[in-house]
Antibody
Framework: EVQLVESGGGSVQPGGSLRLSCAAS????????MNWVRQAPGKGLEWISY????????YFADSVKGRFTISRDNAKNSLYLQMNSLRDEDTAMYYC???????????????????WGQGTLVTVSS | EIVLTQSPGILSLSPGERATLSCRAS???????LVWYQQKPGQAPRLLIY???SRATGIPDRFSGSGSGTDFTLTISRLEPEDFAVYYC??????????FGQGTKLEIK
């Protein structure tokens, strides 16, 4: 059974840092790209970061670029999000999500997030 | 950046009725990259439809997706009590890599 379990959330003051983790099980972690998606209280979903299976590609939303970094340790089946210079507007539930697609000849189709964790809450407040 | 606009924002229907949710893109989106998710209160999103019209594993056939170009639709043929939730569309693009619509809340009338 595929499982994704986030941890590391909590309360932090503006300007502070947090490191989120996502522990994966039930599948060959290194085969899959992964994402972080967040949801501010009462708001919609916002994709914030992507990392390929081998860590050779990473992407960020403009809202977090330069402040957040994404990484993974395939030996530990774990995904991470290092969040620095946190702002009030970073307050949200943070989800990790597995990225899956059908790829052929260097092009990928039917890209979607097929499994999500339950999320970890980050609160940025003074 | 491609913006996805979902309508209506809130849809009030009764169990047994048909629900039609819209997702409109600001630029053409390849159907293969259009996805729908369902989210219930206190839960993570769940994958419903990918490639605009393919149901994910375990999704009942009362859920269907259609559309192309800039206009996509999620249809629930006969609403069950467990279908009342928030629905999001998502697209894969260049920059940003992924964008979500703002969501449609499907509530019991």
């Amino acid at each position: 059974e595929v499982q994704l379990v986030e941890s590391g959330g909590g309360s932090v003051q503006p300007g502070g840092s947090l490191r989120l983790s996502c522990a994966a099980s039930g599948f060959t972690f290194s085969y899959y790209s992964m994402n972080w998606v967040r949801q501010a209280p009462g708001k919609g979903l916002e994709w914030i970061s992507y990392i390929s299976g081998s860590s050779d590609s990473m992407y960020f939303a403009d809202s977090v670029k330069g402040r957040f970094t994404i990484s993974r340790d395939n030996a530990k089946n774990s995904l991470y999000l290092q969040m620095n210079s946190l702002r009030d507007e970073d307050t949200a539930m943070y989800y990790c999500a597995r990225d899956i697609a059908a790829c052929s000849g260097g092009t990928c189709y039917e890209i979607r997030f097929d499994y999500w964790g339950q999320g970890t809450l980050v609160t940025v407040s003074s | 950046e491609i913006v996805l606009t979902q309508s209506p924002g809130i849809l009030s229907l009764s169990p047994g009725e048909r629900a039609t949710l819209s997702c409109r893109a600001s630029q053409s989106v390849s159907s293969t990259y259009l996805v729908w998710y369902q989210q219930k209160p206190g839960q993570a999103p769940r994958l419903l439809i990918y490639g605009a019209s393919s149901r994910a594993t375990g999704i009942p056939d009362r859920f269907s997706g259609s559309g192309s170009g800039t206009d996509f639709t999620l249809t629930i043929s006969r609403l069950e009590p467990e279908d009342f939730a928030v629905y999001y569309c998502q697209q894969y693009g260049s920059s940003p890599r992924y964008t979500f619509g703002q969501g449609t809340k499907l509530e019991i009338k």
